[in-house]
Antibody
Framework: EVQLVESGGGLVQPGGSLRLSCAASGFTFSSYDMHWVRQPTGKGLEWVSG???????YYAGSVKGRFTISRENAKNSLYLQMNSLRAGDTAVYYCARGSEGFDPWGQGTLVTVSS | QSVLTQPPSASGTPGQRVTISCSGSSSNIGSKNVYWYQQFPGTAPKVLIYRNDQRPSGVPDRFSGSKSGTSASLAISGLRSEDEADYYCAAWDDSLSGHVFGGGTKLTVL
Protein backbone atom coordinates (compact mmCIF):
# COMPACT_ATOMS: atom_id res chain seq x y z
CA GLU A 1 0.00 0.00 0.00
CA VAL A 2 1.31 3.41 -0.97
CA GLN A 3 1.63 5.57 2.13
CA LEU A 4 2.95 9.03 2.97
CA VAL A 5 3.37 10.16 6.57
CA GLU A 6 4.30 13.74 7.44
CA SER A 7 5.92 14.88 10.67
CA GLY A 8 7.70 17.88 12.13
CA GLY A 9 4.86 20.38 12.37
CA GLY A 10 4.29 22.50 15.46
CA LEU A 11 4.20 25.99 16.91
CA VAL A 12 7.00 28.36 15.92
CA GLN A 13 7.54 32.07 16.42
CA PRO A 14 7.60 34.49 13.49
CA GLY A 15 11.07 34.52 11.98
CA GLY A 16 11.75 31.01 13.20
CA SER A 17 12.53 27.80 11.36
CA LEU A 18 10.99 24.35 11.08
CA ARG A 19 11.83 21.20 9.13
CA LEU A 20 9.05 18.96 7.88
CA SER A 21 9.60 15.34 6.93
CA CYS A 22 7.56 12.93 4.83
CA ALA A 23 8.19 9.20 5.07
CA ALA A 24 7.18 7.25 1.99
CA SER A 25 6.46 3.55 1.65
CA GLY A 26 4.87 1.11 -0.76
CA PHE A 27 6.45 2.43 -3.96
CA THR A 28 9.83 3.13 -5.55
CA PHE A 29 10.33 6.58 -4.01
CA SER A 30 13.34 7.52 -6.14
CA SER A 31 11.30 7.22 -9.37
CA TYR A 32 8.70 9.86 -8.55
CA ASP A 33 8.42 13.62 -8.30
CA MET A 34 7.32 14.70 -4.83
CA HIS A 35 5.51 17.82 -3.66
CA TRP A 36 4.44 19.87 -0.67
CA VAL A 37 0.97 21.46 -0.72
CA ARG A 38 -0.44 23.54 2.12
CA GLN A 39 -3.90 24.54 3.28
CA PRO A 40 -4.65 27.24 5.84
CA THR A 41 -7.54 26.32 8.12
CA GLY A 42 -10.82 26.85 6.32
CA LYS A 43 -9.13 27.95 3.09
CA GLY A 44 -8.04 26.47 -0.20
CA LEU A 45 -5.04 24.50 -1.38
CA GLU A 46 -1.72 26.12 -2.31
CA TRP A 47 1.13 24.26 -3.98
CA VAL A 48 4.35 25.09 -2.13
CA SER A 49 7.23 23.19 -3.72
CA GLY A 50 8.15 20.18 -5.79
CA UNK A 51 11.25 18.09 -6.45
CA UNK A 52 11.79 15.88 -9.46
CA UNK A 53 13.20 12.38 -9.45
CA UNK A 54 16.44 13.89 -10.78
CA UNK A 55 16.56 16.43 -7.94
CA UNK A 56 15.31 19.49 -9.83
CA UNK A 57 13.37 21.81 -7.55
CA TYR A 58 10.44 24.21 -7.95
CA TYR A 59 8.92 26.73 -5.56
CA ALA A 60 5.86 28.93 -5.29
CA GLY A 61 6.72 32.61 -5.38
CA SER A 62 5.41 33.05 -1.84
CA VAL A 63 8.10 30.76 -0.36
CA LYS A 64 11.01 31.14 -2.78
CA GLY A 65 14.19 32.03 -0.93
CA ARG A 66 12.75 30.97 2.42
CA PHE A 67 11.86 27.29 1.94
CA THR A 68 14.10 24.48 0.67
CA ILE A 69 12.80 21.14 -0.54
CA SER A 70 15.06 18.09 -0.55
CA ARG A 71 14.87 14.32 -0.71
CA GLU A 72 16.89 11.39 0.59
CA ASN A 73 16.12 8.44 -1.64
CA ALA A 74 18.05 5.98 0.52
CA LYS A 75 15.66 6.77 3.37
CA ASN A 76 12.52 7.14 1.20
CA SER A 77 12.12 10.58 2.70
CA LEU A 78 11.09 14.05 1.56
CA TYR A 79 11.89 17.21 3.51
CA LEU A 80 10.88 20.85 3.61
CA GLN A 81 13.18 23.26 5.45
CA MET A 82 11.20 26.37 6.29
CA ASN A 83 13.06 29.53 7.38
CA SER A 84 11.95 33.09 8.12
CA LEU A 85 8.47 31.83 8.89
CA ARG A 86 5.57 34.27 8.82
CA ALA A 87 2.03 34.18 10.16
CA GLY A 88 0.82 33.63 6.62
CA ASP A 89 2.69 30.30 6.51
CA THR A 90 0.30 28.86 9.11
CA ALA A 91 -1.37 25.86 7.49
CA VAL A 92 -1.64 22.11 7.28
CA TYR A 93 1.23 20.92 5.11
CA TYR A 94 0.65 17.85 2.96
CA CYS A 95 3.23 15.87 1.05
CA ALA A 96 2.03 14.26 -2.15
CA ARG A 97 3.46 12.01 -4.81
CA GLY A 98 3.54 13.36 -8.34
CA SER A 99 1.76 10.67 -10.30
CA GLU A 100 -1.06 11.55 -12.66
CA GLY A 101 -1.64 14.54 -10.48
CA PHE A 102 -0.89 14.64 -6.78
CA ASP A 103 -1.62 11.07 -5.77
CA PRO A 104 -1.70 10.06 -3.03
CA TRP A 105 -1.49 12.64 -0.23
CA GLY A 106 -0.31 12.22 3.32
CA GLN A 107 -2.52 13.05 6.29
CA GLY A 108 -0.85 16.43 6.77
CA THR A 109 1.05 18.14 9.57
CA LEU A 110 -0.02 21.44 11.13
CA VAL A 111 2.40 24.36 11.21
CA THR A 112 1.40 27.33 13.34
CA VAL A 113 3.44 30.52 13.21
CA SER A 114 2.56 32.73 16.16
CA SER A 115 4.15 34.63 19.01
CA GLN B 1 -6.70 35.56 -5.43
CA SER B 2 -6.23 32.16 -7.10
CA VAL B 3 -4.71 31.83 -10.57
CA LEU B 4 -7.51 29.44 -11.54
CA THR B 5 -11.06 30.71 -10.99
CA GLN B 6 -13.83 28.49 -9.61
CA PRO B 7 -17.26 29.39 -8.25
CA PRO B 8 -17.10 29.30 -4.44
CA SER B 9 -20.23 27.19 -4.19
CA ALA B 10 -22.48 24.89 -6.16
CA SER B 11 -25.54 22.87 -5.24
CA GLY B 12 -27.96 20.31 -6.55
CA THR B 13 -30.56 17.80 -5.49
CA PRO B 14 -30.03 14.03 -5.46
CA GLY B 15 -30.05 12.61 -8.97
CA GLN B 16 -29.30 15.94 -10.65
CA ARG B 17 -26.30 16.77 -12.83
CA VAL B 18 -24.01 19.49 -11.55
CA THR B 19 -21.04 21.13 -13.27
CA ILE B 20 -18.19 23.06 -11.69
CA SER B 21 -16.17 25.39 -13.88
CA CYS B 22 -12.49 26.28 -13.71
CA SER B 23 -11.19 29.23 -15.69
CA GLY B 24 -7.54 29.89 -16.41
CA SER B 25 -5.28 31.26 -19.10
CA SER B 26 -3.03 30.23 -21.96
CA SER B 27 -0.13 29.60 -19.60
CA ASN B 28 -1.98 26.98 -17.58
CA ILE B 29 -5.27 25.38 -18.68
CA GLY B 30 -4.81 26.55 -22.26
CA SER B 31 -1.65 24.48 -22.71
CA LYS B 32 -1.45 22.04 -19.80
CA ASN B 33 -3.40 19.18 -18.33
CA VAL B 34 -6.09 19.85 -15.76
CA TYR B 35 -6.59 17.86 -12.58
CA TRP B 36 -9.55 17.75 -10.21
CA TYR B 37 -9.41 16.91 -6.50
CA GLN B 38 -12.14 16.04 -4.02
CA GLN B 39 -11.73 16.86 -0.33
CA PHE B 40 -13.98 15.96 2.58
CA PRO B 41 -13.75 17.96 5.84
CA GLY B 42 -10.78 16.99 7.95
CA THR B 43 -9.25 14.71 5.32
CA ALA B 44 -6.58 14.99 2.65
CA PRO B 45 -7.63 15.68 -0.95
CA LYS B 46 -7.96 12.82 -3.42
CA VAL B 47 -7.45 12.98 -7.19
CA LEU B 48 -10.74 12.68 -9.03
CA ILE B 49 -9.76 13.46 -12.62
CA TYR B 50 -6.29 13.52 -14.17
CA ARG B 51 -5.10 14.63 -17.61
CA ASN B 52 -8.31 16.61 -18.24
CA ASP B 53 -10.75 13.73 -18.52
CA GLN B 54 -9.24 10.54 -17.10
CA ARG B 55 -10.66 8.82 -14.04
CA PRO B 56 -8.42 6.88 -11.65
CA SER B 57 -9.58 3.37 -10.87
CA GLY B 58 -12.17 3.46 -8.14
CA VAL B 59 -13.67 6.81 -9.12
CA PRO B 60 -17.30 6.31 -10.24
CA ASP B 61 -18.11 7.13 -13.86
CA ARG B 62 -20.62 9.67 -12.54
CA PHE B 63 -17.63 12.00 -12.41
CA SER B 64 -16.31 13.36 -15.70
CA GLY B 65 -13.90 16.10 -16.75
CA SER B 66 -13.61 18.18 -19.88
CA LYS B 67 -11.47 21.03 -21.20
CA SER B 68 -12.00 23.63 -23.89
CA GLY B 69 -9.55 26.43 -24.55
CA THR B 70 -8.62 28.07 -21.25
CA SER B 71 -11.50 26.57 -19.25
CA ALA B 72 -12.24 23.20 -17.75
CA SER B 73 -15.27 21.62 -16.14
CA LEU B 74 -16.06 18.86 -13.71
CA ALA B 75 -19.45 17.24 -14.14
CA ILE B 76 -21.15 15.06 -11.56
CA SER B 77 -24.21 13.18 -12.75
CA GLY B 78 -26.69 11.27 -10.60
CA LEU B 79 -25.76 13.46 -7.64
CA ARG B 80 -25.59 11.66 -4.30
CA SER B 81 -25.43 12.96 -0.74
CA GLU B 82 -21.93 11.53 -0.34
CA ASP B 83 -20.68 13.82 -3.13
CA GLU B 84 -20.98 16.78 -0.75
CA ALA B 85 -17.37 17.97 -0.53
CA ASP B 86 -14.92 20.62 -1.69
CA TYR B 87 -13.63 20.35 -5.26
CA TYR B 88 -10.43 21.90 -6.58
CA CYS B 89 -9.02 22.19 -10.08
CA ALA B 90 -5.27 22.40 -10.68
CA ALA B 91 -2.76 22.73 -13.49
CA TRP B 92 0.89 23.53 -14.16
CA ASP B 93 1.51 27.18 -15.04
CA ASP B 94 4.34 27.89 -17.48
CA SER B 95 4.57 31.59 -16.55
CA LEU B 96 4.92 30.84 -12.84
CA SER B 97 6.89 27.62 -13.32
CA GLY B 98 4.73 26.02 -10.67
CA HIS B 99 1.46 24.25 -10.01
CA VAL B 100 -1.62 26.36 -9.39
CA PHE B 101 -4.98 25.54 -7.80
CA GLY B 102 -8.43 27.02 -8.12
CA GLY B 103 -9.94 28.53 -4.99
CA GLY B 104 -12.19 25.52 -4.52
CA THR B 105 -15.92 24.93 -4.88
CA LYS B 106 -18.04 23.74 -1.97
CA LEU B 107 -20.69 21.38 -3.31
CA THR B 108 -23.90 21.08 -1.30
CA VAL B 109 -26.42 18.34 -1.95
CA LEU B 110 -29.82 19.74 -1.01
Amino acid sequence: EVQLVESGGGLVQPGGSLRLSCAASGFTFSSYDMHWVRQPTGKGLEWVSGIGSAGDTYYAGSVKGRFTISRENAKNSLYLQMNSLRAGDTAVYYCARGSEGFDPWGQGTLVTVSS
Amino acid sequence: QSVLTQPPSASGTPGQRVTISCSGSSSNIGSKNVYWYQQFPGTAPKVLIYRNDQRPSGVPDRFSGSKSGTSASLAISGLRSEDEADYYCAAWDDSLSGHVFGGGTKLTVL
